[in-house]
């Protein structure tokens, strides 16, 4: 079965700063996708990122980007220009057409 | 756009009743639609994935019978927690495909309480 490690249950960033998040991935398929999703307090899911496993260049949105490493399994999310708004849990998932799974998800404290 | 809505937000319920929770596409047409829940601080769990039209796929461990979940229309799928315990209580979210997507947009969630 398809797993998704969060290592970090929490994390702490001070407003203006880079943090990154990890998220390593267990699969035998060639062909899936990666996302980041947010989870604010109000539990509305929001997605962050997304990564298509074919393409090699990272993904980019904005002040977030990721580092795809696809043969070391590994997804991880960077936050540039940390703001108290990306204050949440971040939650890294998997997906496959027949498959969705997320990590435990990472605590992200933004302090001021 | 691509709204997913879910009604109710909250409910509370007795134990032995049944209760229905809708999840709709508001703009768009889902091929698919999913249903997790999720427990206090922890992650989201697949329950189980429904395709319009066609019986829903559980995940292992999840009771058919308890969880009903029809997927009547491109917009619309409901899941009827039946004769609920309060172990049923949590909060389960719904999330929605496009057509020929991938990427997953979910609800607002519903907070379950069984008393």
């Known amino acids: 079965a398809q797993t998704v490690t969060q290592s970090q249950p929490e994390m702490s960033v001070q407003e203006a700063e880079t943090v990154t998040l990890s998220c390593t991935y267990d699969?035998?398929?060639?062909?899936?996708?990666l996302f980041w999703y947010k989870q604010p307090p109000s539990r509305q899911m929001i997605l962050v990122i997304r990564?298509?496993?074919?393409?090699?260049q990272n993904a980019t949105e904005n002040r977030f980007s990721v580092n795809f490493q696809k043969a070391a399994k590994s997804f991880s999310l960077k936050i540039s220009d940390s703001q108290l708004g990306d204050a949440a849990m971040y939650f890294c998932?998997?997906?496959?057409?027949?498959?969705?799974?997320f990590g435990a998800g990472t605590r992200l404290t933004v302090k001021p | 756009g691509a709204v997913v809505s879910q009604h109710p937000s909250r409910v509370i319920c007795k134990s032995g009743t049944s209760v229905k929770i809708e999840c709709r596409s508001l703009?768009?047409?889902?091929?698919?639609m999913f249903w997790y829940r999720q427990f206090p601080k922890q992650s989201l769990m697949l329950m189980a994935t429904?395709?319009?039209?066609?019986?829903?796929?559980?995940e292992q461990g999840v009771e058919k019978d308890k969880f009903l979940i029809n997927h009547a229309s491109l917009t619309l799928s409901t899941l009827t927690v039946t004769s609920a315990h309060p172990e049923d209580s949590s909060f389960y979210i719904c999330?929605?495909?496009?057509?020929?997507?991938?990427?997953?947009?979910f609800g607002p969630g519903t907070r379950l309480t069984v008393t």
């Open positions: 999330s929605a495909d496009k057509l020929a997507g991938v990427v997953q947009y």
């Open positions: 699969t035998s398929e060639s062909d899936y996708y």
């Open positions: 990564q298509e496993a074919y393409k090699q």
């Open positions: 998932a998997y997906r496959t057409p027949g498959d969705m799974r």
């Open positions: 703009d768009f047409q889902a091929t698919t």
């Open positions: 429904s395709n319009e039209g066609s019986k829903a796929t559980y």
